[in-house]
């Protein structure tokens, strides 16, 4: 079975930066297309990014393209969302997930099988 743990999350002014962890376990993590979901108060939950083929492709909501960086370490079993120039807009609760192989290009929530427990990520203004 797969466990998704997510970490990172926390308090930061607009204009800083957080990093987001999160850590697989349960099978082989490079057969998985991992992604980063979020959901704000009152909101759907929405897209952020994905990442497949071990790190080769990913694939980003416009909303945070260049804002925003995807990447994982496949000897740790990790997942990372790294977050520059965070906006009020992005106060979210942050959602690791991961879909089973093979891999593919996924950025709706039902395409994805396990879910982590989130994490909150606040911007003041």
């Known amino acids: 079975q797969v466990q998704l743990v997510e970490s990172g999350g926390g308090l930061v002014q607009a204009g800083g930066s957080l990093r987001l962890s999160c850590t697989f376990s349960?099978?082989?993590?490079?057969?998985?297309?991992m992604g980063w979901f979020r959901q704000a108060p009152g909101k759907e939950r929405e897209f952020v990014a994905s990442?497949?083929?071990?790190?080769?492709?990913?694939d980003y909501a416009d909303s945070v393209q260049g804002r925003f960086t995807i990447s994982s370490d496949n000897a740790k079993n990790t997942v990372y969302l790294q977050m520059n120039s965070l906006k009020p807009e992005d106060t979210a609760v942050y959602y690791c997930a991961a879909k089973r192989p093979p891999p593919a290009r996924a950025t709706m929530s039902f395409e994805y099988d396990y879910w982590g427990q989130g994490t909150q990520v606040t911007v003041s203004s």
């Open positions: 990442i497949r083929w071990g790190g080769y492709s990913t």
């Open positions: 349960g099978r082989t993590f490079t057969a998985y297309t």
